[in-house]
């Protein structure tokens, strides 16, 4: 079977490490994959990080079953059309989840349908994270071209009923798996956690990935406060990339008392890093406003087993078993509790990484490329 698959792939960063996983899962089952990738994206200006340099650090993925093309750039629609004439795959299958990416991946899905060649979307934001509602308008016009769709969350399968009228039947729901790839076997904890300060009786608290207003950076900071005045020892570790400003945190970090005990790495972290921060820390908490599907950060926690503190929204309370680790959203005061209950209770912070075990193996990539798999088949028939 070959299939082309339009997203983004490492150097490149967006959504390379799903693309990444899900590509490495698929070419073990003897498929071949034409991964059709970005010399240049879109214009750093439409970056709200600004900051578009591609990561080197990621693995190399190399297999006789792929071939990985990076011709495509954002000012040459000729090229698009070229690439897309030039594929020999018998279904494309499209990675969306950015707006200025749109005439790309309208024209190769109009190449491919003239072909009368089946597309696939897994769709990693039905709704756009601002809800824009541009994003929708040009999602429902893509969609158009859709035979199948794949999405991470009963709530993404459901907006697409709902918002696009798209049958029940032409949607599966398929997990966002494990970041593996982010796994450093050699790397030693306790050397990381005292290169960043950190000493054994510190208790880390990791807030990953890029700072955006729905993550919940706020309620992070509220609910920590409450924490520092009951464990003194407890740190809460912010990472990742600015995509607004920091100054309103940085406010409420010196509102609260609790410069000295929040440590903060604010940029782009390279995917060969990041291992040292999940390593690094005690627990993750994930306290978003809102979401609708799964997440790249829960899939990394998940990689390392970690404990987890999620938001209920979207697709993350599937990446916790216990209900003590699931808290409504924008509620400073039971994520303070819920973290407060983990640091008093190692019993229940072990249950967490157990249960943390288990759902790396129903988010297995090995369950998530069967799955993938059987879509194109019922397609290419």
């Avoid at 089952?29 to 879109?42: A, G, L, N, P």
């Avoid at 035979?147 to 696009?164: E, R």
Wanted: net charge positive; with cysteine.
């Amino acid at each position: 079977m070959k299939i082309t698959i339009l997203g983004s792939f490492p150097p490149l960063r967006g959504i390379s490490s799903y693309c990444f996983e899900l590509t490495r899962s698929i070419i073990k089952h003897t498929c071949q994959v034409e991964f059709i990738s970005f010399r240049k994206m879109y214009p750093t200006f439409l970056y709200p990080g600004r900051d578009l340099k591609d990561d080197h650090s990621f693995p190399k993925l190399h297999s006789p079953n792929l071939r990985v093309k990076r011709n495509i750039v954002w000012y040459n629609p000729i090229g698009w059309i070229r690439e897309g004439l030039r594929c020999k795959a018998s279904i494309l299958h499209a990675q969306w989840w950015s707006l200025p990416l749109a005439p790309i991946y309208l024209c190769f899905c109009v190449i491919f349908k003239l072909r009368r060649k089946p597309v696939v979307f897994t769709i990693h934001n039905v709704m756009s994270h601002e809800r824009s509602p541009i994003f929708f308008l040009i999602s429902k016009l893509l969609f158009f071209f859709g035979d199948h769709f794949i999405v991470h969350s009963k709530l993404n399968k459901q907006q697409l009923i709902d918002q696009f009228g798209i049958h029940p039947d032409s949607i599966s729901q398929i997990p966002h798996g494990p970041l593996n790839l982010q796994i450093n076997s050699n790397a030693d904890p306790d050397a990381i956690r005292a290169q960043m300060g950190f000493t054994p009786e510190h208790k880390v608290i990791l807030l990953f990935g890029a700072i955006r207003p729905y993550k919940g950076v706020d309620t992070a900071i509220s609910a920590f406060s409450r924490v520092a005045r009951q464990f003194p020892e407890a740190r809460l570790l912010i990472v990742g990339k600015l995509w607004q400003s920091w100054t309103p945190y940085e406010s409420m970090i010196r509102q609260y008392g609790i410069e000295e005990q929040v440590v903060t790495h604010l940029g782009y972290i390279p995917s060969a890093d990041v291992h040292r921060y999940f390593l690094a820390c005690d627990l993750v908490i994930l306290p978003y406003h809102h979401f609708d599907s799964q997440s790249g950060v829960g899939g990394t926690a998940i990689s390392f087993r970690k404990p987890m503190i999620v938001s209920q929204t979207g697709g993350l309370p599937d990446l916790v078993l216990d209900h003590r680790a699931k808290i409504p959203p924008n509620d400073p005061m039971a994520l303070g509790n819920s973290i407060i209950r983990c640091l008093e209770d190692p019993g229940l912070l072990m249950k967490l990484v157990k249960d943390a075990d288990t759902i790396a193996d129903i988010l297995s990539w090995k369950g998530i490329a069967k799955q993938t798999i059987q879509v194109y088949e019922s397609l290419i028939r």
